[in-house]
């Protein structure tokens, strides 16, 4: 079992850059593929990317490639997100997620574990 705390969020200006933390406590961090989902206001949440327990080979959902790139360092047991030249439209909640038993997840029910997640939002 992991336990995510996101961090990192707060009010930036349009263009800018954040980095979004996740720090997991738990055993075996190395063996989890770490996500990072968000949550626009009135909608479903999304996948944004993904890190793959394997290796560190990531996968971006076509909406933020280019602007978001997922990392992780398994020393310290945390899973960043950065994102660069902010949009409004990246205003929204992001969760950290992580699974064990599901390596190359990108859809929400394949992940266990929920962060309680950082707001982003993005003033134009």
């Known amino acids: 079992q992991v336990h995510l705390v996101e961090s990192g969020g707060g009010l930036v200006q349009a263009g800018g850059s954040l980095r979004l933390s996740c720090a997991a406590s738990g055993r075996a961090f190395s063996t989890y593929t770490m996500a990072w989902f968000r949550q626009l206001p009135g909608k479903e949440r999304e996948f944004v990317a993904a890190?793959?327990?394997?290796?560190?080979?990531?996968y971006s959902s076509d909406s933020v490639k280019g602007r978001f790139t997922i990392s992780r360092d398994n020393a310290k047991n945390t899973a960043d997100l950065q994102i660069d030249s902010l949009k409004s439209e990246d205003t929204a909640v992001y969760y950290c997620?992580?699974?064990?038993?599901?390596?190359?997840?990108?859809?929400?029910?394949?992940?266990?574990?929920w962060g309680q997640g950082t707001q982003v939002t993005v003033s134009s």
């Open positions: 890190i793959w327990w394997s290796g560190g080979s990531t």
């Open positions: 997620a992580a699974t064990n038993t599901r390596p190359y997840a990108t859809r929400r029910n394949e992940y266990d574990y």
